[in-house]
């Protein structure tokens, strides 16, 4: 049996997953935390009263194998870190850490001999949508980035969109794409640049998270697209980071490193 702590639970995703981890039968949800639960108990959120809810991060001290993150971008760190010392061992979902800030997690989940999972994107179409881009890159050299998101979203680019460039910067070289003397006459208006590629970000009403890469070449072009149209197709992915997670040694960043 894992038991598992879903922090960031009162949001979109964070109920999904803790439906998800009460579904799963060798999984057991030990514990909830969200600021905005603070005062609260399990019976305020029709959870069961072996549920420990938290509101303060400080105040968590259930014993739990895995902390499942769904915050926001500028508590995670915090969060994960707490969550490591305590003896958890972290799946991330929230986008917006550094590269630092990862490398000092590596750091301090060796130090407790855990092992941990980052991962931008849990649904499985994102996850081909990346591997598929960077086979394309190879010959295809020119792409550009179109990520299409809620507008709730609280970060842009969205952390798919960024690993995704990473990915293909692998084999494609940096290189500044369109016109030589190219003018932006509405500033912004070419998106963020990422070595030259550019990375675009829409929010709109009605999506929930959707990718596209295009790429060209003379006379010919190529677009590989992903949607997630519900966040239940999250949870397959979450599912199996939280199990694969109990064997990992290190920090390992994108779900495509455990399938």
């Not at 922090?7 to 039968?25: I, L, P």
């Not at 926001?72 to 969550?83: E, G, I, R, S, T």
């Not at 979450?238 to 064997?247: D, G, P, Y």
Request: aromatic content about 8%; overall charge negative; some cysteine.
């Amino acid at each position: 049996m894992i038991k598992v702590v879903v922090a960031g639970f009162t949001g979109e995703m964070g109920q999904n997953t803790v439906k998800m981890v009460q579904n799963t039968s060798d999984f057991e949800l030990v514990g909830v935390f969200a600021p905005s639960a603070k005062g609260k108990s399990a019976a305020d959120y029709d959870l069961p009263e072996t549920t420990s809810v938290y509101g303060e991060l400080q105040a968590i001290d259930c014993e739990a194998d895995v902390w499942i993150d769904f915050t926001l971008p500028d508590f995670v760190y915090q969060n994960v870190a707490y969550a490591i010392e305590q003896g958890m061992r972290p799946v991330v979902g929230t986008t917006g850490l550094t590269a630092e800030q990862i490398t000092k997690l590596n750091e301090l989940i060796q130090t407790n001999g855990l092992g941990g999972l980052i991962a931008p994107n849990f649904g499985m179409s994102a996850v081909l949508l990346m591997k598929f881009a960077r086979e394309a890159a190879a010959y295809f050299p020119d792409a550009e980035i179109i990520e299409m998101h809620h507008p709730n979203k609280k970060d842009a680019p969205s952390g798919t969109a960024i690993k995704t460039a990473e990915m293909i910067s692998q084999v494609r070289q940096p290189h500044t794409q369109g016109a030589e003397q190219e003018k932006e006459t509405l500033p912004g208006s070419r998106g963020g640049d990422y070595e030259g590629m550019k990375i675009h970000s829409v929010r709109l009403p009605g999506y929930v998270a959707h990718e596209q890469v295009l790429f060209g070449a003379p006379g010919e072009a190529l677009t590989i697209r992903q949607d997630s149209f519900d966040r239940q197709s999250f949870m397959t992915g979450v599912r199996l980071a939280v199990k694969e997670v109990m064997n990992l040694t290190e920090l390992t960043v994108g779900l495509e490193n455990i399938l």
